[in-house]
């Protein structure tokens, strides 16, 4: 007899509202990729995004699966808790649940701690044949060959925004504020180019992006998964780092294998603070040459720009306003500075006492401050960004920015558009 799963990406209503209006939300790919693992022979899936649905809580599973991640993490608990009332037993994993087990295991039957690509698929056989243990943990990094392609027709209510996909997993970087080394495996590993091709083919929009964290940091891997993309006549988008995108090759590959824009995490226009976050890895000095050479090739710069680091005071925000607009950035993402479990900055500032709660509600870098700043205030730190944000995405900044860029007019119009939009 099958089981009957529910797998669900949880999104609070405080972040979904804040999201709802940027035309570039593209979907999760964990519970997707996750829902490949499944044998449909022994399980029914349902599979709930709550970006644009709405959960079954009074239809009857034996199994809820959730995937957990910091400012989630109490949404989460809320959700478990009226499944688990029913008797539905629930598992827990991703982020948070790795970052933090014991806490996550307080809410949950089961929980899966780091990647999941062994310790799920033994899940499911232990739960089929009702022997679940209580905790499954990842001990070696998980190779990316023979993984299955991620169910995106069990994906609802999304066309355009259903193509994620991932190519690589890991940084070879070390950023204070950033939690990957906590959450992965400290090792870079790549999917095999032909397996990857043959997942993007399966896509069916136009339009997709890769989910990496960051696509480049391989050259050798990248220009031959590029040489291979540009065959399937899509359109895409991937996070890379700026120092990697000096190379002209890798550049004129891009754009010939239909790269429309990349997310650069700039994070600061300040060489104090990049190397007060280990982020020397950017270099201020270059940041004009490296941009005005990707606009060369026709690729949008989409930055991500984060307020709130020790270095910054109240100018900040005016500051990096006029230098976005000098260089021509196409579009950001803007994010408060959050101090992330187990990260430096989050045990720098526990240690200091400069952390104002540990209700991860305020963990989302985007609706709330989590900490003192050193320089300003909370309501000052929260103020500006929301003041940079307006002004960013003001017409006349765009003009100011697509007077230097130059870049997919069209293309940015509409991004900038979703933008402004989600300020309202």
């Known amino acids: 007899m099958k089981k009957h799963i529910l797998m669900i990406t949880p999104e609070n209503q405080e972040i979904n509202k804040f999201r709802k209006r940027q035309f570039n939300n593209f979907t999760q790919i964990t519970m997707p990729y996750l829902a490949g693992f499944i044998d449909e022979t022994r399980y029914e899936i349902n599979l709930i995004d709550e970006y644009n649905q709405d959960i079954p809580y009074y239809n009857t599973f034996d199994l809820v699966a959730i995937t957990v991640n910091t400012p989630n993490a109490n949404h ?80 609802g209510k999304r066309y355009f925004t259903r193509g994620a996909v991932f190519a690589t997993r890991g940084c070879p970087y070390n950023c204070s504020y950033c939690n990957l080394k906590q959450i992965y495996h400290n090792c870079f590993r790549k999917r095999p180019i032909n397996e990857l091709i043959s997942d993007i083919k399966t896509i069916n929009s136009k339009y997709f992006v890769f989910w990496d964290d960051n696509l480049f940091s ?18 895409w988008a991937a996070q890379v780092t700026l120092k990697d995108c000096e190379d002209r090759e890798l550049l004129n590959l891009a754009k010939s294998a239909g790269c429309i824009y990349l997310f650069v995490g700039l994070e600061s226009f300040s060489d104090d603070t990049l190397i007060n976050v280990n982020k020397e890895i950017n270099k201020i000095d270059d940041y004009k040459r490296i941009i005005d050479l990707i606009h060369e090739y ?23 306003l006029k230098i976005c607009e000098n260089l021509g950035i ?23 006492g400069r952390l104002i709660t540990e209700d991860w509600s305020y963990y989302n870098g985007k609706t709330r401050v989590a900490f003192s700043p050193k320089n300003m205030s909370c309501k000052e730190l929260y103020e500006g960004y929301m003041w940079f944000r307006k002004n960013f995405y003001s017409l006349k900044s765009f003009k100011k920015r697509m007077k230097a860029s130059k870049t997919n007019i069209f293309y940015n119009f509409i991004i900038n558009l979703g933008y402004k939009l989600s300020i309202r």
């Open 76 to 155: 989460c608990y809320n959700i478990s808790e009226l499944f688990r009332k029913r008797g539905i037993k629930v598992i827990m994993g991703g982020p948070h649940a790795t970052l933090l087990p014991d806490e996550v295991s307080k809410h949950c039957d089961y929980i899966i701690i780091g990647e999941a690509e062994n310790t799920w698929p033994q899940f499911l056989e232990d739960f089929y044949n009702d022997n679940p243990k209580q905790r499954y943990m990842s001990k070696d990094a998980p190779e990316l060959n023979n993984i299955p392609i991620p169910r995106r027709d069990l994906i």
């Open 218 to 235: 391989d050259k050798t891997y990248a220009k031959e998964l590029l040489l291979n993309l540009k065959r399937l006549k899509k359109k």
């Open 298 to 320: 026709k690729i949008m710069i989409q930055a991500g720009i984060v307020f709130g680091f020790d270095t910054d005071d109240k100018l900040v925000f005016s500051r990096t």
């Open 330 to 352: 196409d579009g950001a993402t803007i994010s408060i500075l959050t101090p992330l479990p187990r990260t430096p900055i989050y045990n720098k500032m526990k240690l200091e």
